[in-house]
């Protein structure tokens, strides 16, 4: 599977935009990238995923770079709900007969600031 | 809608003891997961199940069974709590994509247990 490095923290001001780093330089032509975020005592949320162009939800926008080497996550205007760690993840392609497997690193715990 | 739902949300339990962390989810998807989060981890894969009838081994299996008793559900079993197995586990379910990772994964509330 394709590793991914994320910065451990991260700390913005509520109301600024928060960009959060994802370097996989080892990512495979069909590799998805995906975004998930886990709030205090609860289980991880899906937040976004994108292949090769920029994506864009209501919770956030994924900017992939052009060499697909590096993306970021970008929460246009933080709020102090958005304070969580964020784990990007690229999951191997599902086959046939196996099943999507999300392996979670340490991801990055972003502070949001009031 | 309900979503994942795991039972119970705590239990604790003495070394040796057994128990069954129980999984159902509402949406009618295939795949289902059980993860395990220690504490300033990130999860790890303890077992999955692509689809009903199917499980398989992730990361950290050691000391556990799981049962996909219908598409609906999924348990997970310790059959002799250790104090290593001390920890948060979340249970997790998606619609497998034939030939794409584009499912998104929902996950429980958790279920956190304490082995003394």
């Known amino acids: 599977d394709a590793k991914t490095t994320q910065p451990n923290s991260m700390e913005s001001n509520e109301e600024e935009p928060v960009h959060l780093p994802c370097n996989h330089s080892?990512?495979?032509?069909?590799?998805?990238i995906h975004w998930y975020r886990q709030l205090p005592s609860q289980g991880p949320e899906y937040v976004i995923h994108g292949l090769t162009s920029n994506v864009n939800n209501r919770m956030a926008s994924l900017a992939i770079a052009e060499d697909r080497k590096s993306s970021t996550l970008i929460l246009h205007r933080a709020t102090l709900r958005d304070a969580a760690v964020y784990y990007c993840i690229l999951p191997p392609p599902a086959l046939i007969q196996g099943a999507q497997k999300l392996v979670f690193g340490q991801g990055t715990r972003l502070t949001i600031n009031p | 809608n309900a979503g994942v739902t795991q039972t119970p949300k705590f239990q604790v339990l003495k070394t040796g003891q057994s128990m069954t962390l129980q999984c159902a989810q509402d949406?009618?998807?295939?795949?289902m997961y059980w993860y395990r989060q220690d504490p300033g981890m990130g999860l790890r894969l303890i077992y999955y199940s692509a689809s009903e009838g199917t499980t398989d081994k992730g990361e950290v299996p050691n000391g556990y069974n799981v049962s996909r008793l219908n598409k609906r559900e999924f348990s997970l079993r310790l059959e002799s709590a250790a104090p290593s197995q001390t920890s948060v586990y979340f249970c997790a379910s998606t619609y497998r994509a034939l030939r794409l990772n584009t499912g998104e994964l929902f996950f429980g509330e958790g279920s956190r247990l304490t082995v003394l």
């Open positions: 080892t990512i495979s032509g069909t590799d998805y």
């Open positions: 949406m009618n998807h295939n795949s």
